[in-house]
């Protein structure tokens, strides 16, 4: 079946430094692509999206990056802050079929102080 | 606006029996989608409804079942409860049910003994 690779599986970074989460998908009519994030004890928050017609977005701190021909996209987080402690999902659907998401296996995300 | 809500926050039940698990979703929004979570499987489908209608199913087995009221909240129900059941429930909502712009609610934690 379909699926979402994401590396790496924990990831810690040094407070300021940069970190960058990667996802490979294997649908490729995905056109869709959420990143997620989950605190303890909350359900995940979507925090940026990509679709396939850009190839890269960014949101003040946060940009995601999309290579379709090698179904890749990944995650950079610049200027890490302790709040960005969490773990992180990657997803990939098509937003033509509604809810037919697949997510990855999740990063935890650990900022060091 | 009012987040997703879900109703109750954790939940302990005994193999074999049933639990129902309730969601009110953002006002406004018309599309419900249910989710498991769990450490080894990660994040899985379970179904989406639209208009009280469900539009969509994942793989799991008939023993998970739901439905969606007039005013868009959804139930979802197991029955024959087993230990593998024990997860975190999410439920997310979106306006119109494509699958980006989901919101997830906070979650039900589930543990069967």
């Known amino acids: 079946g379909e699926n979402v690779e994401q590396h790496p599986s924990t990831l810690s970074v040094q407070e300021g430094d940069s970190a960058v989460i990667k996802c490979t998908y294997s649908?490729?009519?995905?056109?869709?692509f959420p990143w997620y994030k989950q605190e303890l004890g909350k359900g995940p928050q979507l925090i940026i999206d990509?679709?396939?017609?850009?190839g890269e977005k960014k949101d003040q701190r946060i940009a995601v990056t999309l290579n379709k021909t090698a179904k890749h996209f990944s995650l950079h987080i610049t200027e890490t802050q302790p709040e960005d402690s969490a773990v992180y999902f990657c997803a990939a659907s098509r937003y033509s079929s509604a809810s037919k998401i697949i997510f990855g296996s999740g990063t935890r995300l650990s900022i060091r102080p | 606006k009012a987040g997703v809500t879900q109703t109750p926050r954790y939940l302990i039940k005994t193999r074999g029996q049933q639990v129902t698990l309730s969601c009110s979703p953002i006002?406004?929004?018309?599309?419900v989608s249910w989710y498991q979570q769990t450490p080894g499987q990660g994040l899985q489908f379970l179904f989406e409804y639209f208009s009280e209608t469900q539009r969509n199913k994942g793989n799991f087995p008939g023993r998970f079942s739901g439905r969606q009221f007039s005013n868009s909240r959804s139930e979802m129900n197991v029955s024959t409860l087993e230990l593998g059941d024990s997860a975190l429930y999410l439920c997310?909502?979106?306006?119109?049910?494509?699958?980006?712009?989901?919101?997830f609610g906070p979650g039900t934690r589930l543990t069967v003994t």
């Open positions: 649908d490729s009519a995905s056109n869709y």
């Open positions: 006002s406004g929004h018309r599309s």
């Open positions: 990509i679709r396939s017609n850009v």
């Open positions: 997310a909502s979106s306006l119109t049910g494509i699958s980006y712009e989901q919101y």
